[in-house]
């Protein structure tokens, strides 16, 4: 006995750290401590810090830290009959550990139960609701936040209650058409192009022929007021020349017309191809006939 | 340990004691140090473990303080400070402005290879159209207490959050618009409505940007696509081709038309000069011609004779005789002989 006596105080204070070890424990940030008495549970620690029990309990730690799960892309049908593979995701985290310990145990099991959960209510959810109200050209229209605040809601009241697993969203990450559609989708996008670019030209080509007409129809209005101008211009010399000629003349009737005679003889009988025939009695060849004395 | 370090100097006396009444050869057999000044070597320790609390943050991170598990210090600055040694307390530091990258749509190498899968960058349009789009997240730390300690991944939520978004805005944008002009709004929207949805995680994540960096129709389609922006600058070379048309009829037109007034104009003031001219000239020669009648008739008329005559055939007959127009052909010249008889 006596040589095992200088242990004694080694093993009391042995036992002492570990009666510590088992009697103070800290909670993270990150967890929940589930506190169990030989495996029951009797309390949850969500404060995180140093905390005391009785050292015959023991702790067991919960990841309390939101999860991204993706459940795979799956095919729902619309209220009017058309299939849109939808791919979301779920935001989840530990809420309440005793349920979560006893009805699920970890992550991976919770998150299998969440995919049923979720699958079924997104599917009655996608199933009152048109194609139209999740895909549509205008923000106005499309009301996929509503549908899916109502899934959240749903998914989170029946998942807190039964597995103790609070969702704190629901969201669609992907929208896209089943793969045998596609095809079709792609021949549709197509002609859709061709007929946007045939307006594109045909629009083009409308414009360029109004500005054509129009720059034709400048140039007749321009030349055709220019004649105008021009002719009454021209008008206007005429008739000031008129006025002068007849304001001259006038003066001197008859000597303009014998110097007007004159000229138009000059003119008449201009070419070689005009034979006159003269009269000897004429005023001109009298002279000549009958000489001198026919020039007095 | 610091209970251990207490303990020893109450036993150290006993065993110090002895040797000091002996001490014969001061060099043999010394005790070791922690023997000789154990209050000294515990105190030494114990400071040691105080200072091991000091900690320095560098000027690009932050840090939190935690104790046991719970944080005390949310967001410590950087500087030298101190907190309790570990175990008691413990101090994580974060490169708080750091960007961290992350890519919706396929990876970078997908990019530069250009590949793309399918599954992974179609996105779904408003009018149902299926496009591919790659899209980068840049993000940094907001509060690095629940950056740390709030969710299982960060870039995991992070992503998902502004896929979600993102794939929101398409669905409810034609393809045109999200493939060309409202490709910056909606950049815009996302940022701001996944931020939204990170704050309501409470994660501690600042988004800095959602970048759009490629968004192409499928290849399926591409070639239509293509040919539509080639109509459209088809269109664009047609209405310019017009324009340049009506650039060069119009100053033309405009020329030809100062050419016909100034053309006019010239006409008018020849038409008028003319006939001041010639009225001048007809007074004149009238005033002379009044003066002497007879005269200047007669010279006028001879004058006259005198330059028409020379230019014609003459025939001159008498006036008694009877006119026999058959000598109009004889009196022809010579060197055309009459046709016939």
Redesign the interface.
């Known amino acids: 006995m006596e040589r095992y006596k200088k242990y004694v105080p080694a093993a009391l204070a042995a036992l002492l750290a570990l009666l510590l070890a088992r009697t103070f424990f800290?909670?993270?940030?990150?967890?929940f401590v589930l506190v169990t008495q030989f495996g029951k549970p009797v309390y949850t620690v969500t404060?995180?810090?140093?905390h005391v029990k009785w050292f015959f309990r023991s702790a067991t730690y919960f990841?309390r830290?939101?999860?991204?799960y993706?459940p795979r892309?799956s095919e729902f049908l619309t209220r009017d009959k058309k299939n849109l593979v939808i791919e979301c995701?779920v935001?989840w985290q530990i809420a309440d550990p005793k349920t979560f310990v006893q009805t699920v145990g970890d992550p991976v099991a919770a998150e299998m139960r969440l995919h049923d959960i979720i699958w079924s209510s997104l599917a009655a959810a996608v199933g009152t609701h048109d194609m139209d109200a999740?895909?549509?050209?205008?923000?106005q229209?499309?009301r996929?936040?509503d549908m899916l605040d109502e899934v959240t809601q749903l998914t989170d009241a029946r998942a807190l209650e039964r597995y103790g697993i609070r969702v704190?969203?629901v969201?669609?990450?992907?929208?896209?058409?089943p793969e045998q559609n596609?095809?079709s989708?792609?021949a549709?996008?197509?002609a859709?192009?061709?007929r946007?670019?045939?307006r594109?030209?045909a629009?083009?080509?409308e414009?360029?022929?109004?500005?054509?007409a129009?720059?034709?129809r400048?140039?007749?209005e321009?030349?055709s007021?220019?004649?105008k101008?021009?002719?009454?211009?021209?008008g206007?010399?005429?008739a000031?020349?008129?006025r002068?000629?007849s304001?001259?003349?006038s003066?001197?009737p008859a000597?303009?017309k014998?110097?007007r005679t004159?000229?138009a003889?000059?003119k008449i009988?201009?070419?070689?191809k005009?034979?006159?025939?003269?009269?000897?009695?004429s005023e001109?060849?009298k002279v000549m006939m009958e000489g001198e004395r026919a020039a007095r | 340990m610091s209970l251990t370090g207490v303990a020893k100097p109450g036993t150290h006396p006993e065993h110090e004691h002895p040797h000091a009444h002996e001490h014969p050869h001061p060099h043999e057999r010394r005790p070791p140090i922690w023997r000789r000044h154990p209050r000294r070597i515990a105190g030494a320790l114990l400071l040691l473990w105080l200072l091991s609390g000091v900690y320095i943050v560098p000027a690009d991170q932050q840090a939190v303080v935690t104790r046991f598990g719970k944080v005390v210090e949310p967001r410590v600055m950087p500087g030298i400070h101190i907190a309790w040694p570990w175990p008691l307390e413990r101090v994580t530091k974060l490169k708080v402005q750091q960007l961290q990258r992350l890519i919706i749509g396929g990876d970078i190498s997908d990019g530069i290879l250009g590949r793309t899968d399918p599954r992974i960058s179609q996105f779904l349009t408003g009018d149902q159209n299926l496009i591919h789009m790659r899209v980068v997240v840049q993000y940094s730390v907001g509060e690095p207490a629940q950056y740390l300690f709030r969710a299982e991944n960060v870039s995991k939520a992070v992503g998902a959050a502004v896929e979600a978004e993102l794939a929101h805005r398409v669905a409810n944008r034609g393809v045109d618009a999200v493939l060309t002009t409202e490709k910056a709004a909606i950049q815009e929207e996302v940022r701001a409505a996944a931020q939204k949805i990170i704050d309501a995680y409470g994660i501690g994540v600042l988004l800095a940007s959602v970048n759009i960096e490629s968004a192409q129709p499928p290849p399926e389609a591409a070639d239509a696509f293509r040919d539509v922006a080639g109509a459209r600058a088809d269109a664009a070379r047609i209405v310019n081709e017009a324009h340049g048309y009506a650039n060069d009829v119009i100053p033309r037109a405009r020329g030809e038309a100062q050419r016909l007034l100034a053309e006019a104009e010239a006409y008018r003031r020849r038409k008028i000069n003319e006939a001041l001219g010639d009225a001048s000239r007809f007074s004149q020669v009238a005033r002379e011609y009044q003066r002497a009648r007879q005269i200047t008739g007669r010279r006028l008329y001879l004058e006259t004779m005198e330059k028409i005559l020379p230019r014609i055939r003459k025939l001159v007959v008498d006036k008694s005789g009877n006119l026999d127009l058959t000598i109009i052909r004889k009196g022809a010249p010579p060197a055309k002989p009459p046709p016939k008889q």
């Not at chain 1, 414009?207 to 054509?212: G, P, S, Y």
């Not at chain 1, 101008?229 to 021209?234: F, G, N, V, Y």
């Not at chain 1, 009988?269 to 070689?272: I, N, P």
């Open positions: 800290s909670v993270r940030e990150t967890e404060e995180p810090g140093l990841d830290r939101l999860r991204i993706n892309p995701y935001a999740l895909i549509a050209p205008s923000p229209a499309v996929t936040q704190a969203d969201r669609i990450k992907r929208l896209n058409l596609k095809q989708v792609y549709r996008m197509r859709e192009r061709e946007i670019a045939r594109y030209r629009e083009g080509e414009q360029a022929l109004k500005i054509r129009d720059a034709d400048q140039k007749q321009i030349l007021a220019a004649y101008q021009a002719e009454e211009i021209k206007q010399g005429d000031e020349a008129t002068i000629y304001n001259a003349y003066r001197n000597f303009y014998l110097l004159l000229e003889y000059k009988f201009g070419d070689d005009t034979t006159a025939i003269l009269s000897s009695d001109l060849l």
